[in-house]
């Protein structure tokens, strides 16, 4: 959010609401896909699955809708 600030593509206020919204991915999402599909920079890092270090099998969050991240992958259920 800060590149975004320090480029003038959104104000600091809409900035962290943004960064401290539950629904990141209705305020965030939307306006780096919009970016994405017009071939515009968007800051980013590329790196190999190789270079994530494994973790162990286990639900890390979840939200007030009752919805479970985890760090199991299909092939592992």
């Known amino acids: 959010m ?3 600030v320090d480029k003038s ?10 960064e401290n919204t539950q629904f ?11 970016r994405v599909f017009a071939k515009k920079d968007v800051p980013s890092k590329s790196m190999s699955l ?3 270090k494994d973790l162990d099998s286990v ?4 939200d007030s809708f009752g919805n479970v991240k985890t760090t199991i992958l ?3 259920v």
Do not use: G
């Open 2 to 4: 800060n590149w975004a």
């Open 9 to 18: 593509l959104i104000s600091e206020t809409k900035a962290v609401a943004v």
């Open 24 to 34: 990141r991915s209705f305020e965030f999402l939307p306006r780096v896909i919009k």
């Open 50 to 52: 190789a270079e994530i």
């Open 59 to 62: 639900a890390w969050l979840v």
């Open 74 to 76: 299909p092939q592992e």
